[in-house]
């Protein structure tokens, strides 16, 4: 079988998991944080750099390939993984959170979303069926449906009237995926109303699938709320397939989804930030322009064993960042990426070792974050 889940152990006391689940380039152990490379690259990193901080699977964007280069001359260099010569598990976003985002013209019908691009000006009509055939060509280990992401806040009746059209785009999009090669996460959505969140977790998982993701639970509503629509939602979604959380990714955010159950996350913040400076630590995030670092000679976060925090100082990363040189950018990512991805390694392991309640404790009063237990 090219898709396979295996639930290794699940915690006492939470119900935090540790999986691997099988994909045809290769094995993710869960749970796992995935780097966005949303046009084909994670921003200041290359292959080498994602591949020495342990990244087992990494994240691209259909909507944003779909317009440049385009998804047919992807397909006609061999796939993604080819194109950006990556060997390891790729996800594509199907593109409806960004035609839903970032477009400057959007007109929803039963048939799509007609959106300009906001480069190039140029009017485009992004279906079900064109996701799907953008996808398909793309060649991802892992594929998402084409979904409506409600905006928040919205009213209720949007919310339904989103929620339902998801579902039925879902169908459609079943019927125009034509590689057994590729595993479609279905999305539940359903913004922040109890009982459309608990619809449709049972519509979505009510179709066969390799996994189910959430979506909609990152676009501004609270940590408080978040929770409450993951802790309602992920019981409903089969146990014995991987849960994916969308579009999360501060350290808080990602020890509070694999408390309740989540197995996969992705967020285009690690390097966001870093090119602005910030960086984690299990302390909390640090600011690199800061005086504080001027003469500070230690690591990014003493005792970790990233590139970064292996051959450079503070001080050394601030004068970079300070003189606009983006070495300071690529270094940050290397490590935020690394922090990250490593978090849920370290989560994982304390789940097998049944001790990841404390070990939530630990890592959440260390970050000085309120516990959401």
Not at 184 to 200: M, N
């Amino acid at each position: 079988m090219s898709f396979k889940y295996e639930l290794i152990k699940e915690c006492p006391e939470t119900k935090a998991r540790a999986g691997v689940f099988h994909t045809p380039h290769g094995i993710i152990e869960t749970p796992v944080f995935m780097p966005v490379g949303t046009n084909s690259s994670v921003k200041m990193m290359t292959g080498h750099h994602l591949k020495e901080t342990n990244a087992s699977i990494i994240l691209s964007n259909a909507y944003h390939l779909y317009l440049r280069p385009g998804h047919k001359l992807v397909e006609k260099a061999g796939g993604l993984h080819k194109w950006m010569n990556w060997d390891k598990p790729i996800l594509t976003d199907s593109g409806g959170f960004q035609v839903f985002s970032l477009a400057h013209l959007n007109d929803i019908t039963e048939d799509g979303v007609k959106f300009k691009d906001p480069k190039g000006g140029d009017v485009h009509f992004m279906t079900p069926e064109l996701s799907m055939e953008v996808q398909n060509s793309l060649g991802a280990d892992i594929i998402m449906a084409f979904d409506e992401c409600a905006p928040y806040p919205c009213s209720y009746e949007l919310a339904k009237e989103s929620m339902e059209r998801t579902h039925r785009w879902l169908d459609r999009c079943i019927k125009s995926h034509k590689r057994s090669d590729q595993a479609l996460f279905p999305i539940v959505q359903g913004s922040v109303y109890d009982d459309l969140r608990i619809e449709s977790a049972k519509v979505i998982a009510s179709h066969e699938s390799h996994g189910y993701a959430i979506g909609g639970v990152s676009v501004g509503e609270s940590r408080k709320e978040k929770n409450r629509i993951v802790d309602l939602t992920a019981p409903l979604l089969p146990n014995n397939k991987p849960r994916y959380l969308m579009g999360v990714g501060t350290p808080e955010d990602l020890l509070d989804g694999v408390l309740r159950g989540i197995d996969m996350f992705d967020c285009v913040l690690p390097t966001r930030n870093a090119r602005h400076g910030s960086f984690l630590t299990d302390n909390g995030r640090g600011v690199i322009k800061n005086k504080e670092f001027e003469e500070d000679f230690g690591s990014l976060m003493p005792g970790c064993d990233c590139y970064a925090c292996k051959n450079h100082t503070r001080a050394y990363i601030r004068h970079l960042f300070r003189v606009k040189e983006a070495t300071a950018s690529i270094l940050m990512s290397i490590h935020n990426i690394h922090y990250l991805v490593n978090l849920m390694k370290r989560a994982r392991q304390a789940i097998i070792e049944d001790r990841f309640h404390e070990f939530y404790v630990e890592k959440l009063q260390g970050l000085g974050v309120e516990l959401a237990l």
